[in-house]
Each structure stands twice: as C-alpha cells, then as structure tokens.
C-alpha cells in the first residue's frame, strides 16, 4: 500500500526590515535569483517566489521593506506590515553599530505587538557584510546575545559572498512559521476539545 503524503501547497509571508543599507534587497535579490547584483535602487516590493522543498511546493511571498525616512524613525513598522507578515527577517549591518540598535528597536516593537500565534511571532534575525570582517563594530557575540534574550533565530551571513547563508535564513525562518503554525492549530484543537467538553458536561449540571 503506498501512503499519499498530503500535496497542499504551503504559503508564507516574509517580512524584511531593518536600517538603510543593511542589505535587504540584496538579501531578497540573492534568494530568489542566487545572484548578488552590487546596486538595487530604491525600490520596494513583495515577491512571490515556489521553491519544492522535500517534495512539497512552499511559495515564499517576500516583502523586501525601505526603511522609513520620515519622522516615525527608522524602526518603525506599521501595524499593516505586521498584520501581513508571518515572521519577520531583522537584517543589520556587522559594520554599523545604529543599524543594530533599529534591529533591537524593531524586535521590542514586534514582541509588544499582537500576534497572529499563540506564542511570540518567528523573527530571525541576520548580521550582514560578513566579508567586511576589517571594518566589523558589531561583535558576533553581541548578535547572539540579543537573539538568546528575545527568542529568535540568529545568523551572520554575506549576501555578497554565497547563496547558501541567505538560503538557510529563509527555511530557518519558514521552519518557525510551521512550528507556530502547528502550535496554533494545537491550541485550536485543545480549545475545541475543551469547548465541547464543557458543553457535554455543562449541559449534564444544569439537568
Ligand atoms: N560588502 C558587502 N556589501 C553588501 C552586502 N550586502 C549588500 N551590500 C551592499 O550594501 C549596499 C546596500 O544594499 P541594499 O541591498 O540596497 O540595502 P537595503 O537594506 O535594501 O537598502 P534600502 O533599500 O536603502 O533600505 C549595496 O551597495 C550593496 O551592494 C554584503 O554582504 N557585503
């Protein structure tokens, strides 16, 4: 007997933030293309984009952000952006000690936000420019530091220098959306059981 595994396709949404400069377009740019092209203009946009990934069809719908220059500031995240997003990828540059602190901002303001999960929303969070080691204001250890005290995934990567360190953050990221999907259709379940539990039983008090 052969079990048919379920075929249903799987979508999620990915939100990019993070300071000016920090390489989010070439971070989007190198996922869907494998290509790091140098200069990506001021534009933003979400893409949609299929990868087969064992054996299931995941379609990635990414929302490559611009930082915004108006008075909100540079960590400001708008509440549709976070009603849109599944989880959210916090890129900052390992050259640039501001960029880390809109990240640290940008990771507050999600946490204290509502989430569409029972538990805190999946946030992976990337130091990028690895290969400009020489010009490096943000220690690894500091990186690491601010994931293990807000509960996200954390890498250093160079969207210039390989493919497979950009490749790794979005399925990392895309395992914690299942994970807190699943978790949600845990507590769906638990609170159905409940609920009709509490009917059977409410029902038999009041006879
Ligand atoms: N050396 C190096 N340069 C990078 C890397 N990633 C991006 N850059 C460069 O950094 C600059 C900014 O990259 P973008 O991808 O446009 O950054 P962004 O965060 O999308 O910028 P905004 O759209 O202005 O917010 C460009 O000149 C890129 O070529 C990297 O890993 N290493």
Known sequence: MTVQRSQQKVEANFLLLGAE???KSALTVRF???RFIGEYGDIESIY????RID?????????DSLCPQNDEGA?????RQLQWADG?????????RASFNVVRQQVKRIRQAKSKFP???????????????????VSS??????????NCGFFEISAAETYHGVQLVFHELLDLIREARALKKGAAGIKGIVRSMSAVFGRKRTE
């Open 75 to 79: 960590g400001h995240i708008s509440d």
């Open 32 to 34: 869907l293309t494998r």
């Open 21 to 23: 400069s920090v390489g």
């Open 141 to 150: 250890e500091e990186g690491r530091l601010l994931t293990l005290s807000t």
């Open 48 to 51: 949609s984009h299929t990868d």
């Open 55 to 63: 054996g299931r069809d995941i379609c990635f719908n990414i929302w």
């Open 119 to 137: 538990g805190a929303p999946p946030i992976v969070i990337v130091g990028n420019k690895r290969d400009l080691q020489h010009r490096r204001t």
């Open 88 to 96: 959210f990828i916090l890129v900052y540059s390992i050259c640039d």
